[in-house]
C-alpha cells in the first residue's frame, strides 16, 4: 500500500469515529434512559423535585366524594384515599403540614401534559391507554366496578350482563365504569355519559336512567348515604384476569415515579393499605357476581 494513502485513510478513520462520537452525544436519548437520569439519587425528602421545595402537591377532583374522602375534605387525612396519600406522603418523608391538596378535574388528572401536581389520587384505574399519557404508581386498591338501580326496577331484577342489555344504563365520563358498560354489557341503547358521579346519581334518582355504574366502595356509600332507594343490582367479574387497580398519577416520565411506587409497595408489604381499606372500606365487601 502507497505510505501516504495509508496516511490519508488512517486520519479519516480517525476523523470519522471523532464525528461518530460528537453526534452519538448529541443524539436523542431514548425515554427509559432519559427517565434513568432524571431519577433522585435516593428517595428522600431533600432530594426529591417536588413542584414546591419541601412540600408534597397532591391532586385529586372536587367534589371530593366518600369513602374515599370524608366530608368533602381531602386535607382531613380521613377517608381512604386521604389516609393513603398522607401515609404515601410519611413514606417519602413529609410530614401532613407539607403536603399541599391541589383541585383538578377527573378527566385532567390523566390527559396529556405537563402536571402541577406531584401526584394525583382520586380512583383513576391503571391502564395501557393511559399510561402512553402519564405514569402510574404500583395499585393501591384493587377495585371491582357495580351497577346501582332503584329498588323494584326492572334493572334491579337483573341476574347477569345480559338482564343489563335492554336497560339504560349511564356512568362518569372518561371512568372504567363507562368502559364496563360499553365493553361488557354492550347494551341496545348508548349509555348516558356525565361530568361528574353527582350528575349520574340525580340521573337515577329522577329516573332519567335505569341503572349507573361506579366502583364498588362508591356503590355501597352511595345505596346506604345519598339514593336511599336504590340497590346495588350486582359487581362486574375483573375482565382478562388480573384486577383493575387504582393507581397514583404522575406527570409523563415523572422523576418521582420510581419512589411514589416504592412508597406504595413498601405500605401493601407492611400491611398499612390492608389496614387503612379495613377502616374506610370494611363495609364494601361482597355483592353479586354479574357473569
Known sequence: MHPARSTLRGALTSATVALLAVAA???????????????????????????????????????????????????????????????????????????????????????????????????????????????????YYDVRQAVIALKGSKAAGAKSVADLKDVELGAQVGTTSLDYINDVVKPKEDPAAYTKNDQAKSALKNGQVDAIVVDLPTAFYITAAEVTDATIVGQFENQGGTPEQFGLVLDKGSALTSCVTDAVDALREDGSLAAIEKQWLSDAVDAPVLK
Open 25 to 139: 452525544g448529541c443524539a436523542p436519548q431514548s425515554e427509559d434512559k432519559a427517565a434513568d437520569q432524571s431519577s433522585p439519587a435516593s428517595c428522600a425528602k431533600g432530594d426529591l423535585a417536588t413542584e414546591v421545595s419541601g412540600k408534597l402537591t397532591v391532586a385529586t377532583d372536587e367534589p371530593a366524594y366518600e369513602p374515599w374522602f370524608k366530608d368533602g375534605e381531602p386535607a382531613g387525612g380521613e377517608g381512604f384515599e386521604s389516609a393513603v396519600a398522607y401515609a404515601v406522603a410519611k413514606q417519602l418523608g413529609y410530614d401532613k403540614g407539607d403536603v399541599v391538596w391541589q383541585s383538578v378535574p377527573f378527566n385532567k388528572a390523566f390527559a396529556p401534559g405537563e402536571k402541577t401536581f406531584d401526584f394525583d389520587i382520586n380512583q383513576v384505574s391503571i391502564s395501557d391507554e393511559r399510561k402512553k399519557a402519564v405514569d402510574f404508581s404500583s395499585g
